[in-house]
């Protein structure tokens, strides 16, 4: 599934303070805006970590399972967070 095609898409953020956030979103780039405020809208606890920057993200077939994946990252610990992330992006090192 790709960018275009995907109808819900789960998302990672890293914050100015380093700090994650996750989301759900139909459309990242927008979405990506809006947390750092270029357009209106954003998340009240992205408002004051800005900027923020995309560091993962993941297509999901409906809202439903968009949302329930969200909830499933959220209770992730920090490192399970930056395991994900370094799966996605991969190791640079290597």
């Not at 599934?1 to 759900?24: H, K, P, R």
């Not at 439903?64 to 991969?90: D, T, W, Y």
Request: proline residues 4%.
């Amino acid at each position: 599934m790709t960018e275009d095609t995907a109808a819900w898409w789960v998302y990672l953020l890293q914050c100015n303070d380093q700090s994650l956030y996750v989301g759900i979103t139909t459309d990242l780039q927008r979405r990506l805006q809006e947390h750092n405020g270029a357009t209106p809208g954003g998340a009240r606890y992205t408002r004051s970590r800005r900027p923020v920057r995309l560091v993962w993200s993941e297509p999901s077939d409906s809202r439903s399972a968009a949302a329930q994946r969200e909830a499933a990252i959220r209770k992730l610990s920090r490192i399970q967070k930056e395991q994900l992330i370094q799966a996605f992006v991969g190791d640079p090192s290597q």
